[in-house]
């Protein structure tokens, strides 16, 4: 499988980026799909996932009521959409697929996209 996140960018604060990570493979309604975000200097976090079915979705409690994870299995792709957006959102956006029903940790996953940047100004 593999996956590629874009639509990043620079945007101000109190805007809005929608990220899109399409997917190769026959298989992506199988996974449990991520996304993550890692600034500089810091670790990888859980921004937020959705299960296989779309039916559910789970964020990071600094995200919760600003973004909103979907999935289309059809098209293969996940997307990430980010209103509100903080100039703490600023950091590299991660895509990523799981096998594991429902999970936060990176560990977890099994197939990883290349970032994309995601830069708010104050």
């Known amino acids: 499988v593999q996956l590629q996140a874009c639509g990043g960018g620079l945007v101000q604060a109190g805007g809005s980026l929608r990220l899109s990570c399409a997917t190769s493979g026959r298989t992506f309604s199988a996974y449990f799909m991520g996304w993550f975000r890692q600034a500089p200097g810091q670790e990888r976090e859980f921004v937020a996932g959705?299960?296989?079915?779309?039916?559910?979705?789970y964020y990071a409690d600094s995200v919760k009521g600003r973004f909103t994870v979907s999935r289309d299995n059809a098209k293969n792709t996940v997307y990430l959409q980010m209103n509100s957006l903080k100039p703490e959102d600023t950091a590299v956006y991660y895509c990523a697929a799981a096998t594991s029903p429902v999970t936060r940790r990176p560990s977890d996953y099994d197939y990883w996209g290349r970032g994309t940047l995601v830069t708010v100004s104050s």
């Open positions: 959705i299960i296989s079915s779309g039916y559910n979705s």
